[in-house]
């Protein structure tokens, strides 16, 4: 743990921005079934307040807040990697940081399987947290390079499974031009393409969306069992298609930007002032385009495979990503601003304790074993949810920082990579 005196205060506001950034994407998923989540037509969604909030969340905070929240857990690890010397208690800085990512691994399988928040991200940080070491004693332009290359040959991969439908529909084709003389794995690729045809039909989707209503605002086993699959499903398949890859890339370029000084509010404002314009000027087309094709395409995999067969969206992120990282550093630097950094570092610095505050939070607000608000609030009322988390999370963290050095989740992971209980460090008011 950073003592409090050395903490830059610049990566702890970003790092406080990014937290309660995430809670954009991630209060859809709390709060409603995931094909009413990715598809508008579920409720009818495509006019008023509720379509207004999903263009805006899905064009301009889509991942992006991820994307920066890697970035920071990057150069935390750098930081940690390059300052922690040999301890009097035993162990050397590799040591000390795979202790952490372990811990780390457990309350992510803790968020997702005892607090029932399937997407959990703790669980891939610390994969991908391990793969980074390696690679830590790079000079940035290397740093660069590799993630290059790694962000490439995702979107790469990411297009092709796309294009899945397109593949099946070809092959169905192909089956039913065979008439009866097509093969047994002919016959399959038509029986795969109706299974895929069913499922994109709005009474399937709704059905679908039905049933998770229904475990999730059921009894906390009826819950827990849902969760586990699902949570199976993302921790597996899903991490090594997409979260991996995406996680270990951010991670890797926030290394290199923290040893460059941009993550710490080292340079000019003139370059943050670049930074910003490019990265929305990059992001902000992909990520548009991509979202009028899914509207246009009324979500149909096979009509948005058609229309945008190469899959750019993570060149988009990204930036979008420094996009914000160059506006929020900027606006740290300027006096009209002087207070947002010293607003939002409390929250960054408790960024382990909030990100599994909103867990607690949002399974209280909206799952049956609490207020049961699944399903019933609109899309856009979502936010005042999300108002509410922030506000309670500024007080808090304002609050606890007063009496305490660390949140007390940084205390118990501090204490399970230490392997030994670590005092509670109250602030020195001497």
């Not at 993630?147 to 490439?152: N, S, T």
């Not at 304790?353 to 608000?373: A, D, H, K, P």
Request: hydrophobic fraction near 50%; charge should be positive.
């Amino acid at each position: 743990m950073t003592n409090p005196s050395t903490r830059i205060q610049t990566l702890d506001a970003l790092r406080g921005a990014a937290l309660l950034g995430i809670l954009l994407m991630n209060i859809l998923w709390f709060g409603l079934p995931e094909k009413t989540v990715e598809d508008l037509g579920i409720r009818g969604e495509y006019s008023g307040w509720n379509y207004i909030s999903w263009w805006v969340v899905e064009v301009f905070f889509h991942g992006t807040m991820r994307g920066m929240f890697s970035m920071l857990f990057g150069a935390s690890a750098l930081l940690i990697l390059e300052k922690y010397t040999t301890k009097s208690d035993g162990g050397t800085a590799a040591e000390y940081y795979f202790r952490r990512l372990l811990a780390l691994f457990i309350f992510g399988l803790l968020n997702a399987y005892i607090l029932l928040w399937p997407g959990d991200i703790l669980y891939t940080y610390a994969l991908a947290g391990m793969f980074i070491f390696p690679l830590y004693r790079l000079s940035p332009k290397r740093m660069f390079t590799v993630a290059g290359i790694v962000m490439v040959l995702s979107c790469l991969k990411s297009s092709w499974q796309q294009q899945k439908p397109v593949r099946l529909k070809e092959a169905a084709d192909a089956a039913m031009a065979a008439g009866t003389r097509a093969t047994e794995a002919q016959k399959g690729d038509l029986e795969a393409w109706k299974s895929f045809e069913m499922k994109q039909t709005m009474a399937h989707k709704k059905s679908e969306a039905d049933g998770q209503v229904a475990c999730t605002l059921g009894d906390v086993s009826t819950l827990f069992f849902y969760n586990a699959g699902v949570v199976y499903f993302l921790e597996t398949e899903f991490t090594y298609d997409f979260f991996f890859l995406d996680a270990f890339t951010f991670m890797l370029i926030g290394m290199a930007l923290f040893r460059l000084g941009v993550l710490s509010g080292k340079k000019s404002r003139q370059f943050y002032l670049l930074l910003s314009v490019a990265g929305f000027a990059i992001g902000f087309p992909i990520y548009y385009h991509a979202a009028m094709v899914k509207a246009e395409s009324a979500f149909n995999p096979l009509e948005i495979a058609l229309r945008h067969p190469l899959h750019l969206e993570q060149f988009g992120r990204l930036g979008l990503t420094l996009g914000y990282i160059g506006l929020l550093n900027l606006m740290f630097q300027l006096p009209v601003f002087s207070r947002l950094a010293g607003l939002l570092s409390p929250v960054g610095r408790m960024a382990f304790t909030n990100y599994l505050m909103q867990s607690i939070l949002c399974g209280l607000i909206f799952y049956g074993f609490g207020f049961g608000l699944f399903n019933q609030l609109q899309r856009f009322e979502l936010y005042y949810v999300v108002a509410a988390v922030w506000l309670f999370q500024l007080v808090f963290s304002h609050i606890w920082l007063r009496f305490y050095n660390t949140g007390p989740f940084e205390w118990l992971w501090r204490s399970a990579a230490k392997w030994e209980w670590q005092k509670f460090e109250k602030v020195n008011k001497s």
